[in-house]
């Protein structure tokens, strides 16, 4: 994945109308909990070898277990074609916050790093918002 220079914005705009509306919305709440965070597109081959357009916010920076220095973002926002996916790459302890605070978070799928769901009614959005929030406070970023 590598950050491209289309718009978050068109990429929305791209969308069905039923889609688009939920990817607005969620777009809205994640910029909100994380404010003054930048936000940009990422395509590309994604976990499990798909290719993807993500919405990622909060670029930084980090170091992989072999030493290669990686740009990541803290929270991904995709549509997949059965489902939405936030990406919430944050740790506390030895636990990612996605598996902390799923239990919370309603219907949804829960990864690692990703909360996974079909439609915006399975998710808590106030559990998301808080989640957000907590991985930005824990996560350094570029500004």
Known sequence: MERVESSPDDYIASQEPDIRVVLEELHTLISAALLDRDCCMWEGVFW???????IGYGNYSYTRADKTEVEWFVVGLARQKNYFSVYVNAVEGKSYLAELYGPRLG?????????????????????????????????????
């Open 107 to 143: 219907k949804v799928k829960i990864g690692k790093s990703s909360i996974s769901f079909r439609n915006r009614a399975e998710v808590d959005l106030d559990v998301l918002r808080e989640m957000i929030e907590h991985a930005g406070r824990i996560v350094t970023t570029e500004t």
């Open 48 to 54: 499990g070898g798909s290719e993807q357009q993500i």
